[in-house]
């Protein structure tokens, strides 16, 4: 049904509460492509949103929350990726120091509180409407889009794929199978990051 010229019902719900879920299952196909798993987005997530609630806040602007947030995504993921690649860690063991500890960061950076934010764009990424359909559901067709694009018409996508495969024929055919490694995990954290930005649905909440 439509009510003020929005789309409501059990799909839409489905749509938009499922997003954040699409957003991690987006990211974490990388890792599994090249034979990985990474158990600490959740963790991940909290970081992220404690980084961007404490920053808006504060009188953050918004944009700013969301870049430093990823950001925080890119260091959690470069910190998996070197365990993973260069300390050569099981990645269920790699990523488990993560999960471990970041809730205890998110603890550290909120000091331990529930942070209360008041921002119409901020609640936008989540709350906001275009066309009719909430703007997450946009947010999730564009991660996917790119995703599709970047695994299907660039050479990473092979050596992606190749990674997963067989990770010894790989590297003697040329392919830097650790950077591939590393760069698999970061876009696995930070699409997660993002994840988390949407999933602030209540401003302030978030798991720890």
Excluded at 161 to 183: C, K, L, W
Aim: net charge positive; proline share 2%; glycine share 12%.
């Amino acid at each position: 049904k439509i009510v003020e010229g929005h789309l409501y019902g059990r799909i839409i719900d489905i749509l938009r509460n499922g997003s954040k879920l699409m957003l991690l299952a987006t990211g974490m196909t990388f890792v599994l492509a090249t034979g990985g798993t990474d158990i600490s987005v959740g963790s991940v997530m909290a970081i992220s949103g404690a980084i961007a609630c404490s920053i808006v806040a504060n009188g953050g602007n918004v944009a700013v929350a969301v870049l430093v947030a990823i950001l925080a995504g890119v260091v959690a993921g470069a910190w998996n990726g070197m365990l993973v690649a260069k300390v050569k860690i099981q990645p269920i063991v790699a990523t488990m120091i993560l999960m471990v500890a970041g809730r205890g960061i998110a603890q550290l950076i909120t000091n331990g509180k529930i942070i209360t934010i008041n921002s119409d764009s901020y609640y936008f990424i989540n709350g906001g409407y275009i066309l009719g359909l909430p703007f997450p559901i946009f947010i999730v067709a564009f991660v996917v889009l790119i995703a599709m694009l970047f695994t299907k018409k660039t050479a990473f996508g092979l050596f992606l794929e190749s990674t997963g495969i067989n990770p010894v024929s790989s590297r003697f055919a040329g392919i830097n199978v650790d950077r591939t490694r590393i760069i698999a995990v970061v876009l696995s954290t930070v699409i997660a990051s993002f994840g988390m930005i949407i999933y602030l649905q209540n401003l302030g909440n978030f798991p720890t």
